[in-house]
Structures are given as C-alpha cells and as structure tokens.
C-alpha cells in the first residue's frame, strides 16, 4: 500500500529519492482512485526494489496539486531524479502505468 505524503516531506520522498517515484494524486471520495489504488498496489508489489509509489491527498494538499498542474483525480505523476518525467490523467491500465517508468528502472 502506498504511503500518503504531503507537501513537508514530498522534497525528501520524491524530490530527493534514489529511484524513480510515481505519484498518485488521489481523492478520498473518488471510485476510480479507489480502483487506481488497487492497480498501484500491484505494481509496487511487483516492482518494489525498482521505484517508490506515494499517494498524495488532492483535498488536503491543494497547492501541491496545484503546483503539479493537477485537474482531475487519479493523476499519476513519475518523478526521476526530482524532475517530472511522465503524467496520466485518469484511470489506466497496469501497462499504461508501466509505461511511465519502464525506462527508468
């Protein structure tokens, strides 16, 4: 299960990290989060020795979506070496998510 993070450790956790990092920006009261989250659990069960997966509240961090030009719950964000590399908006399939990382790790 992912770790929720917020804006006073994203630097540390994401920013800062040693592999690459997906980023779910999700809503509590969102079905396809739910179902997104599911998906995540896999991959980073699959894949736990190559990345990070946080979670990241877009009700109680606002500027944090904001910042990330988060519009719309679940956005999945890959970090690598601090900087944004991929985004998709909605949910996707295992594959789709793959394909933000698949040429990091």
């Known amino acids: 299960m992912a770790l929720r993070i917020n804006a ?3 630097e540390e956790k994401v920013l800062k990290a040693d592999k690459p990092v997906l980023v779910d920006f999700y809503s509590d009261t969102c079905i396809p989060c739910k179902q997104m989250a599911c998906i995540l659990g896999d991959l980073e069960d699959e894949n736990e020795d190559a ?5 990241v509240n ?3 961090d606002k500027a944090l979506a904001e910042q990330y030009k988060v519009m719309s719950a ?3 964000i890959c970090f690598v ?3 944004q590399k991929g985004k998709i908006v909605g949910l996707k399939e295992p594959e789709e998510i793959e394909a933000l ?5």
């Open 81 to 83: 070496n601090g900087e």
């Open 8 to 10: 006073e450790n994203f």
């Open 58 to 60: 877009v009700n109680y």
């Open 74 to 76: 679940p956005t999945v």
């Open 51 to 55: 990345l990070y997966i946080y979670k």
């Open 101 to 105: 990382f698949e040429d990091y790790i």
